[in-house]
């Protein structure tokens, strides 16, 4: 019943509990002194970002965005992404750090890059879960990942298909779900 219903993981959540830890740490460092605030893209990085902002052992704030990208296969740009819901905080002068789900386009991080650059903040950077470099249709600088994975589409631990899957406590590829 169960392996019916969740798949079998690609990532599991022992491998994923040991990248944060990690990352938490590096981010600590590259952070230290500085004013950090971490904003998670919502739906997608829920799960990812509640565990990560836990790993990092410094002083930081939080605050939260959701976008959505219409997918437009007519447009060589491959649609637009919106801004369905913005943070509340005034950025100018932070260290802001985005926190993704997985980067496939990289439309998503390129929209919210040049957002939140009008808004002056003193740094910014992103992370993310999951990296699809394979699908890359655009070049993005992305600061930090915990995983590559390859052209598989992937739910799970935040990530959905259809708005369902989110609750999976670890990533699974949408096959190996779908075929049991
Ligand atoms: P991008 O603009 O194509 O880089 O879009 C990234 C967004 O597409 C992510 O934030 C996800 O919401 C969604 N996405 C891309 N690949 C997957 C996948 O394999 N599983 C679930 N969502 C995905
Ligand atoms: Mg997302």
Request: hydrophobic content about 40%.
């Given at each position: 019943?169960?392996?019916?219903?969740?798949?079998?993981p690609?990532?599991?959540?022992?491998s994923?509990?040991?990248?944060i830890?990690?990352?938490?740490?590096?981010?600590?460092r590259d952070?230290q002194?500085?004013?950090?605030m971490?904003?998670?893209?919502?739906?997608g990085?829920?799960?990812?970002?509640?565990?990560?902002v836990r790993?990092?052992?410094?002083?930081?704030e939080v605050?939260f965005?959701?976008?959505s990208?219409?997918r437009?296969?007519r447009?060589?740009?491959?649609?637009t992404?919106?801004i369905i819901?913005?943070i509340?905080s005034e950025?100018?002068?932070?260290?802001?750090?985005?926190?993704?789900?997985i980067?496939d386009s990289g439309?998503?991080?390129?929209?919210?890059?040049?957002?939140?650059l009008?808004?002056?903040?003193?740094?910014?950077?992103?992370?993310?879960?999951?990296?699809?470099?394979?699908?890359?249709?655009i070049q993005v600088?992305i600061?930090?990942?915990?995983f590559?994975?390859?052209?598989r589409y992937?739910v799970?631990y935040g990530?959905?298909?259809?708005?369902?899957?989110r609750?999976?406590?670890?990533?699974?590829?949408l096959?190996?779900?779908?075929?049991?």
């Amino acid at each position: 019943m169960e392996k019916k219903l969740f798949g079998k993981p690609i990532i599991t959540q022992e491998s994923m509990r040991r990248r944060i830890k990690s990352l938490g740490i590096k981010i600590a460092r590259d952070y230290q002194g500085k004013d950090l605030m971490m904003i998670g893209v919502l739906k997608g990085a829920f799960a990812f970002f509640s565990d990560l902002v836990r790993a990092v052992p410094i002083p930081l704030e939080v605050d939260f965005l959701v976008v959505s990208r219409q997918r437009d296969k007519r447009r060589k740009d491959g649609g637009t992404v919106k801004i369905i819901s913005d943070i509340a905080s005034e950025i100018k002068g932070r260290d802001v750090l985005i926190v993704e789900d997985i980067v496939d386009s990289g439309y998503t991080v390129t929209f919210l890059r040049e957002e939140i650059l009008k808004r002056n903040p003193n740094s910014l950077k992103f992370c993310t879960l999951l990296n699809k470099p394979e699908r890359r249709k655009i070049q993005v600088e992305i600061d930090y990942i915990c995983f590559e994975i390859p052209d598989r589409y992937v739910v799970g631990y935040g990530l959905d298909y259809k708005n369902k899957y989110r609750n999976l406590p670890y990533i699974a590829a949408l096959d190996n779900i779908t075929a049991e």
